[in-house]
């Protein structure tokens, strides 16, 4: 049961939660073949398909545990291993991934986001916290948050307590004075909870709560969340 009087500050998952994120990166993913098409022919040859492309990214993820922490790396060092095994210029690897990345932070807001950041961050301190490497200032949103709180700064990811501790520290509250909102049963939720924070778990898809522990409050809007708040 959430604990209105103890909320001070409000910490915001970002992909997923304030917008759909597979939509957005697999259309940065086809923008991104498209570009090596023209510029990278044999590496488009190769990898025919974006999803081709994918499965490089994935099996870097395993080959690079030291970028777990940091998915721009991760994804600029696959395309550079695409280039060079089919090839290409490997030094082609740092403007496909700016044309990714751009394309990947062209995301669309759930129509719910927006009015729901106005209405928070008019009474909490908001914070960002996301293992993505979604940039606020890129997206539009930073003026409603306080600060904005990555894996690849911190070094850490969630479910880890520290990252959320970073979140409290970087709102200027204590953990338990935060209430931390998120769609990941155990990314969000239960790692908020093991921080010592409040978890609000937004379910927009109606999914049955996976785990013993429950969340403090399920949503399957922000709009709901906004009203648990008034």
Known sequence: MLNLRTIRAISLDLDDTLWPIWPTIERAETVLHEWLALNAPMTAARFATPQALREIRNAMELQRPDLAHDLAALRRESIRVA?????D???L???AFELFF????NVTLFPD???ALEFLA???PLVSLTNGNAELGRIGLEPFFVASVAAIKVGLSKPDPRIFHAAA???GVQPEEVLHVGDDALLDVLGARNSGMQAAWLNRTQALWPHEERPDLEL???GELCNALT
């Open 83 to 87: 280039l060079c095994s089919a090839g």
């Open 89 to 91: 210029d490997p030094a």
């Open 122 to 124: 008019a009474r909490y």
């Open 220 to 222: 399957s809007s922000l």
């Open 113 to 115: 986001a927006l009015p």
């Open 169 to 171: 520290q970087a709102a």
């Open 102 to 105: 751009a394309e990947r932070h």
């Open 93 to 95: 690897a740092e403007p």
